[in-house]
């Protein structure tokens, strides 16, 4: 059947009152745009993709002469506690989340080195891991 083009479909029903519930409250505005903003299918997903793309190196590992000339300069450091002279130890930082990790350097005065936990301890109270470390450098070791 073909309609007039006067004829409209709705027009029994368009002006008629908006049915509302004497038992349900009607639902905030804000409760009703939740309903409709975008499904975030991918939530997570740029974080995952720039964890990706984070960089990290591999521990180098040390050879005999430079594990040496370390534990010289730490038993230096030992002899110098207290006379407030300052180092520079970079080492290594394992990542929690991913293989590898950085190099960190590191400034101060040390304050003890904790023989138990293998620890360089200084005044500020980093703790550096003896074993992470590649080089020491500072004036108690110019010769």
């Known amino acids: 059947m073909f ?7 709705y027009d029994d029903i368009i002006n008629l009152p908006n049915p509302t519930s ?11 745009a939740a309903q409709f903003s975008p499904f975030a299918a991918l939530t997570g997903h740029e974080a995952a993709v720039k964890e990706e793309a984070r960089l990290t190196e591999e521990k180098k590992e ?8 370390l534990n010289e300069k730490l ?37 003890r080195i904790d023989e138990y936990e293998h620890t360089i301890v200084l005044t500020d109270q980093t703790v550096i891991p003896i074993a992470q470390i590649s080089r020491i450098e500072g004036e108690m070791f110019v010769n």
């Open 22 to 32: 004497k038992t349900h409250l009607r639902m905030p505005l804000y409760n009703r």
């Open 75 to 111: 038993n230096v450091i030992i002899k110098n506690i207290g006379t407030e002279k300052m180092v520079t130890i970079t080492y290594f930082v394992p990542d929690d989340r991913k293989s590898g990790g950085s190099y960190v350097s590191c400034s101060g005065i040390v304050k």
């Open 3 to 9: 309609k007039n083009a006067n004829d409209h479909e």
């Open 62 to 69: 040390l050879g005999e002469d430079e594990i040496a000339r």
